[in-house]
T-cell receptor
Framework: IAGITQAPTSQILAAGRRMTLRCTQD?????MYWYRQDLGLGLRLIHY???????GKGEVPDGYSVSRANTDDFPLTLASAVPSQTSVYFC???????????????FGPGTRLTVL | EDKVVQSPLSLVVHEGDTVTLNCSYE??????LLWYKQEKKAPTFLFML????IEKKSGRLSSILDKKELFSILNITATQTGDSAVYLC?????????FGAGTILRVKS
């Protein structure tokens, strides 16, 4: 693994189903993020984690949950998917240990999710 | 409310042209402004700007920040078809990024 990987690449899901999007990084970055990208709205932060064991809500957290059991993995779960959650989801990570803040975020390749 | 506004929303130019992309922001606790290029998939990092008036340059791309007027520009000279992409501006506040909607650039050969 080099950088950030996401799985699946794409998924079509029936409304009401539960879905977990996976994200793994091998850069030992302490901070990780989940964004959704919709046309005309840019990237919007869903949830973030500054370090393993902690998480925080972003701009659009409703309907999503995350966990950060270890440094490398940051899964995003949709407990009961709805059509408005159709989007492209990006995971990102950054190294905040220097105290420089969000600094440079490195992005995964994205997951295209369609909820019918 | 924190916001980042990019203009134009989209732009079509011919190879060799010079383009200027704009990013204005209203963010509390500003720390830095970043530019990303997004082609088919993940955004890739271009520049991070923290100080006013200091130009960052990489090849044909350059960027500058004005913290008094709260904006940044990204210039691309001698454009090539490979410059076609969505260019994203993001502003860091606290430890999070707020993104603009992006500028879609298409360079025609």
């Amino acid at each position: 693994i080099a950088g950030i990987t996401q799985a699946p690449t794409s998924q079509i899901l029936a409304a009401g189903r539960r879905m977990t999007l996976r994200c793994t990084q091998d850069m030992r970055h302490n901070a990780m993020y989940w964004y959704r990208q919709d046309l005309g709205l840019g990237l919007r932060l869903i949830h973030y984690s500054n370090t393993a064991g902690t998480t925080g809500k972003g701009e659009v957290p409703d309907g999503y949950s995350v966990s950060r059991a270890n440094t490398d993995d940051f899964p995003l779960t949709l407990a009961s998917a709805v059509p408005s959650q159709t989007s492209v989801y990006f995971c990102a990570s950054s190294d905040q240990r220097t105290g420089a803040g969000a600094d440079t975020q490195y992005f995964g390749p994205g997951t295209r999710l369609t909820v019918l | 409310e924190d916001k980042v506004v990019q203009s134009p929303l989209s732009l079509v130019v011919h190879e060799g042209d010079t383009v200027t992309l704009n990013c204005s922001y209203e963010v509390t606790n500003f720390r830095s402004l970043l530019w990303y290029k997004q082609e088919k998939k993940a955004p890739t990092f271009l520049f991070m700007l923290t100080s006013s008036g200091i130009e960052k340059k990489s090849g044909r791309l350059s960027s500058i920040l004005d913290k008094k007027e709260l904006f940044s520009i990204l210039n691309i000279t001698a454009t090539q078809t490979g410059d076609s992409a969505v260019y994203l501006c993001a502003v860091e506040h606290g430890n999070k990024l707020v993104f603009g909607a992006g500028t879609i650039l298409r360079v025609k050969s």
